[in-house]
């Protein structure tokens, strides 16, 4: 489903909500691994604990004008909270300007978002939080079904879908997101004794398999390269089984990059390959 809107209008649109959607995603990927409400209390400075006025707290500005400290007790404000801010509203940017003014744009966005904050808690705390995940995968549960009764394009993200029903894409793409990874860390567990993938991972992939259907493989395919390359890099001076890389950000970013552009990537390395 289209909106009636010039398309220069939904991406302003989209790019201002999702700079305030990052100013939140910094409230959840603090407070949920640490168990606390992200409703209550309101924004406060660590540090003095003091609240922050509205105007204290608009993302990315404020930090900049505050030059990146409590106005009230001058304590240091980590460069993380813009750099969250404006990765939020670059990512909802680009789902305005691939999906245009869409139902389809919105869930994109959406699903960026939780890959976002997903990844800075994965960083952080080296673990996924099944609330997230499970939010992530009723969304998609919630888009899948909007396009099985409507016949709007809304999900998958990726590609038109290979079946006439969207259901059967989703269900394939949960299937082979978590099934493929799941049964490859049972037999890395069998050979080697430990595992191979956490189980955040495992359910991510499930998750994202509502949203991308079968090109979920190609998620899981990007993530596994990138998480190589970047456990190498880590691991320079210490040794490869010395460093613990999270798989997360690297499935997120495989995600995105299958969401954009998943079956660009596929037709060019089936030319490539002498089979398109």
């Known amino acids: ?23 939140f995603a910094n409230v959840v990927i603090w407070r949920l691994p640490r168990g606390e409400s992200i409703a209550h209390p309101g924004s406060h400075c660590p540090g003095c604990d003091a609240p922050i006025a509205w105007y204290d707290n608009i993302p990315v500005v404020s930090w900049l004008v505050l030059r990146g400290r409590c106005r009230l007790c001058s304590e240091p404000i980590s460069l993380r909270y813009p750099l969250v801010e404006a990765a939020s509203g670059a990512l909802f940017l680009v789902a305005a300007l691939v999906w245009g003014p869409s139902v389809r744009a919105i869930f994109g966005a959406a699903l960026f978002w939780f890959l976002l904050v997903l990844s800075m808690i994965d960083v952080e705390h080296m673990r996924l939080p099944n609330p997230l995940v499970g939010t992530l995968a009723i969304l998609g549960v919630v888009g899948v079904s909007m396009s099985e009764l409507t016949g709007w394009c809304v999900l998958p993200l990726a590609g038109a879908g290979a079946f ?36 955040g991972d495992i359910k991510l992939l499930g998750a994202l398999g509502l949203f991308l259907g079968p090109y979920v493989l190609l998620t899981f395919f990007l993530g596994s390269f990138l998480g190589a390359v970047g456990a190498i890099v880590a691991s320079r001076g210490r040794g490869l089984t010395a460093a613990r890389i999270p798989f997360g950000p690297w499935l997120a970013a495989g995600a995105v990059v299958t969401a954009v552009a998943g079956p660009s990537l596929v037709s060019g390395y089936l030319v490539l390959v002498g089979i398109g």
Request: hydrophobic share 55%; no cysteine.
């Open 164 to 199: 006439a029903h969207p259901w059967l894409d989703a269900a394939l793409g949960a299937l082979l997101g978590a099934g493929l990874p799941g049964v490859l860390a049972l037999a890395f567990r069998l050979v080697r004794g430990k595992s191979g993938f956490g189980m």
């Open 1 to 23: 489903m289209s909106f009636p809107i010039p398309g220069w209008y939904f991406s302003l649109s989209m790019t201002l909500f999702g700079l305030l959607f990052g100013s």
